[in-house]
């Protein structure tokens, strides 16, 4: 059984006991999340499609840590005139593991 879920503004497929990485959420460590925009279930060849969303359909899971992604260093420059800036950027995640799917 999976699903496809709409997590912070992207979409992900999800199984039961998985583990994902998904944009930070508000939460503390053990925390539990529900998601109910769920866009996709498919039970064992039963599929069901959202318009958008399934109605009654629901994933649940806990939040196991909140971690940052590695460095992204963004460099700029413009030859023979003395410009050049260095930016970096870490993006926050949060790692849940799915916990529950349920649907109709």
Known sequence: M???V???GKQFKVAQDQSIYVPKLEGET??????DQVLLVDNNGKVDVGTPQVKGAKVSGKILEHVKSEKVLVFK???????KNL????QDFTR????????K
Request: hydrophobic residues 30%.
């Open 87 to 90: 930016n970096g950027h870490r």
């Open 6 to 8: 709409d997590i912070g």
């Open 77 to 83: 420059k413009k030859r023979r005139k003395g410009y």
């Open 96 to 103: 849940i593991q799915i916990e529950e799917i349920t649907s």
């Open 2 to 4: 999976y699903a496809i």
């Open 30 to 35: 053990g925390a539990s999340v529900s998601f």
